[in-house]
């Protein structure tokens, strides 16, 4: 009985370290650097400047994300844009 919870511990814990990490991913479209604000699911908030054209991968697990007067929120496998210093949620990855 014990060998068979240690095998299926060891099954389990073999998938989730082979499940991808989903992670929301930020760019900057405009062309001209952008001041964003990211505040995480844990209730931290990091500011950061975005260059142009810059992406950022993995910025967070889940967030919301403010660019000027506007925010957006994202989880998993999004894309957050800011186009015309505006935030918002990518139609797809």
């Not at 998938?15 to 001209?32: C, M, Y």
């Not at 505040?39 to 660019?67: F, H, M, W, Y």
């Amino acid at each position: 009985m014990a060998s068979s919870v240690m095998r299926i511990s060891g099954f389990v814990l073999a998938l989730l370290a082979g499940a991808p990490a989903q992670a929301v991913d930020v760019i900057n479209r405009d062309k001209v650097p952008r001041d964003i604000v990211v505040n995480d699911s844990e209730g931290e908030s990091t500011e950061r400047t975005l260059q142009p054209q810059e992406k950022v991968a993995n910025i967070c697990g889940a967030c919301v994300i403010l660019s000027g007067d506007t925010s957006a929120e994202a989880t998993g496998n999004q894309t957050i844009l800011i186009q015309n210093g505006k935030a918002k949620v990518a139609s797809g990855r």
